[in-house]
């Protein structure tokens, strides 16, 4: 099976811009996950979907949003982009939602400057 | 919510030495733990896990035990050698956290040769 896929693998947006990243998770897998990992604040969660329908949500401002389709694809979007939210943006899918395994995509970068 | 510690944050070994990463988890509804490696500009890398109704798992070198008594786990890597060396996290969920899992601060291994 494909591993999980992420789009673009780098980025490099002003503040004040907008940014959709995109996450196409394993064959089969209907939960998607996102992290944003930093070197000071270390792996944290932003939101999971399932089904479509967000089921978790983290700790994050409301410019941080996501969605997810039927074929599971998933995206994530940032609004009005601060210096802080340049990082490494995760995404991990899994069969279900629970306490099952979950596997990480290669990434996206994120700068903004 | 779910609070992960994990010691120690950088570890080195000799190369055939054995390693031990402890974390604790604050959240006794928790019931699965996953152990992530991560190298260098790599996506983490699930290398083992552990369910609450286990109390030790082992795969090769690696193994992974747990005491839920004293909500914490360890990974344990025998016999390490250089490409053992990585970035590895902890982490922790529960069935109802959809998709949230809590990860500790990181361990980063080297090992010597």
């Known amino acids: 099976k494909a591993g999980v896929t992420q789009t673009p693998r780098y980025l490099i947006k002003t503040r004040g811009q907008q940014v959709t990243l995109s996450c196409s998770p394993i064959?089969?897998?209907?939960?998607v996950s996102w992290y944003q990992q930093t070197p000071g604040q270390g792996l944290q969660f932003l939101f999971e979907y399932f089904s479509e329908t967000q089921r978790n949500k983290g700790n994050f401002p409301g410019r941080f949003s996501g969605r997810q389709f039927s074929n599971s694809r998933s995206e994530m979007n940032v609004s009005t982009l601060e210096l802080g939210d340049s990082a490494l943006y995760l995404c991990a899918s899994s069969l279900t939602s629970g306490g099952s395994e979950q596997y990480f995509g290669p990434g996206t970068r994120l700068t903004v400057t | 919510g779910e609070n992960v510690e994990q010691h120690p944050s950088t570890l080195s070994v000799q190369e055939g030495d054995s390693a031990v990463i402890k974390c604790t988890y604050s959240d006794s509804a928790s019931n699965y733990f996953p152990w992530y490696k991560q190298e260098l500009g790599k996506r983490p890398q699930l290398i083992i896990d552990i369910r609450s109704n286990v109390g030790e798992k082992k795969d090769q070198r690696i193994a992974v035990t747990l005491n839920k008594t004293a909500k914490h786990f360890s990974l344990h890597i025998t016999e390490t050698q250089p490409e053992d060396s990585a970035v590895y996290f902890c982490a922790a969920i529960g069935s109802t956290s959809y998709g949230k899992l809590t990860f500790g601060q990181g361990t980063i291994l080297t090992v010597h040769p």
């Open positions: 064959s089969g897998h209907r939960s």
